[in-house]
């Protein structure tokens, strides 16, 4: 719809709801000016001029025309379809004919005029601007409707948010669907920015394996990124798989994703922050890449692995590792548990010893350990009572 931009929305209005809303608002405006329609409709039809100086002219007049209609048919005649209009409307035994168009146009111009052509101008010009107003109003209206009817998606009810994700947010920007989002990825250098832009947009024209390792390595780098990298890749493939039915990239993002997977441990020892950043990327990716509606098993494994790592004892000792795991856990966790719920419960003998250890963690680490433990044994739910625990004990 002209004027509607995506980009300036708050929340992830699908394709299928901007489509109803436009058309609601479509046909709620031409219920409010089928009577000018009606009106023009007739002007067109009338072989006689639109002239009180004519004697057989039926209608001369916008008001004129609206009262004879009124008069004659009653109100529910403005409301009539085109078809019956046009045979009601003028009350002759018999409809002028044209054979061909140039015999039309001939024919009109000789008999009635130039004027002929602009018959019905002018409720046609009047009809525009409350026209066009009425459907962006109703439009907006109709959207902003149903926006409070059905809650934008994305917000986990009940799901605990770290108060160390305040402390990071930076540069990078995701808005918009996954199949229609704009980025805004500022903290890339321009060439790597016309790259993943060109990606995004013409993925056949780029090495698509550079842009794997492109996004792999910053995600290495930049928490953030690698919060909402899945995203992008998603947008990517998708895309790849429109124009060429490829998958170039998938293969090498996965392929990339294995290597850093096997050299895990010494990620971790070369950079915690590093390791961090990693698996919450793999995380992330195993949330957005699916075959047949359903999440890959190629990560289930790896990404159990990663998550029996941060419940190690020398793991729950470090706030910033006991704050990825619960936040991945928020994320994944129902997901995980139904592809293999045995190692969600060894994973969860993990978790509750290590809330146990009597000296290592800091109360932050036990509040948040004890939080996954309740969200999980809730069926993936907060309920409010913990919620409110939960929320005020993290905003203390």
């Not at 793991?315 to 190692?343: A, F, I, P, T, Y």
Request: hydrophobic share 40%; with cysteine.
């Amino acid at each position: 719809m002209v004027g509607y931009d995506p980009r300036a929305d708050g929340r992830n209005v699908s394709n299928l709801e901007v489509a109803v809303a436009g058309s609601v608002s479509g046909l709620v405006t031409r219920v409010l000016i089928s009577p000018l329609d009606v009106i023009k409709i007739r002007f067109q039809l009338q072989i006689e001029r639109l002239s009180r100086s004519d004697p057989n002219a039926k209608y001369h007049g916008i008001l004129q025309a609206g009262r004879q209609i009124l008069q004659e048919e009653g109100p529910t005649a403005f409301w009539k379809g085109h078809i019956p209009a046009q045979l009601l409307s003028i009350g002759y035994g018999a409809v002028q004919v044209y054979k061909t168009l140039r015999n039309a146009v001939v024919t009109m111009y000789r008999t009635e005029g130039p004027l002929v052509f602009y018959k019905g101008l002018n409720p046609t010009l009047i009809a525009i601007f409350p026209y066009a107003g009425f459907q962006f109003s109703f439009y907006s209206s109709l959207k902003h409707a149903y926006e409070w009817a059905m809650p934008a998606e994305g917000k986990k009810n009940g799901a605990v948010i770290s108060p160390n994700l305040g402390k990071s947010c930076c540069s990078w920007i995701v808005m918009g669907e996954p199949r229609r989002e704009e980025y805004k990825i500022q903290s890339f250098d321009a060439v790597t920015q016309q790259l993943l832009k060109t990606a995004l947009k013409d993925p056949g024209a780029v090495d698509l394996e550079k842009v794997a390792n492109v996004i792999v390595d910053h995600s290495l780098q930049d928490c953030v990124f690698s919060k909402e990298a899945g995203r992008m890749c998603y947008a990517i493939i998708q895309a790849e798989s429109k124009q060429a039915g490829q998958s170039v990239f998938r293969r090498g993002l996965l392929n990339r994703l294995q290597q850093e997977y096997q050299a895990r441990e010494q990620l971790r020892a070369r950079s915690l922050q590093g390791w961090v950043c990693y698996v919450t990327f793999i995380c992330n990716i195993f949330d957005y890449l699916r075959v047949n509606n359903m999440p890959m098993m190629a990560l289930v494994n790896p990404v159990y692995d990663c998550l029996f790592r941060l419940a190690q004892p020398d793991s729950l000792s470090k706030e910033e590792e006991v704050d990825c795991l619960v936040l991945q856990l928020h994320r994944v966790g129902e997901q995980l548990e139904k592809m293999n719920g045995q190692r969600m419960d060894e994973l969860f003998v993990l978790i509750r010893d290590g809330f146990l250890l009597p000296t290592g963690l800091s109360s932050l680490a036990q509040l948040l350990l004890l939080e996954i433990i309740e969200f999980r044994a809730a069926g993936w739910k907060t309920t409010p009572a913990a919620h409110k625990y939960y929320y005020s004990e993290v905003s203390d």
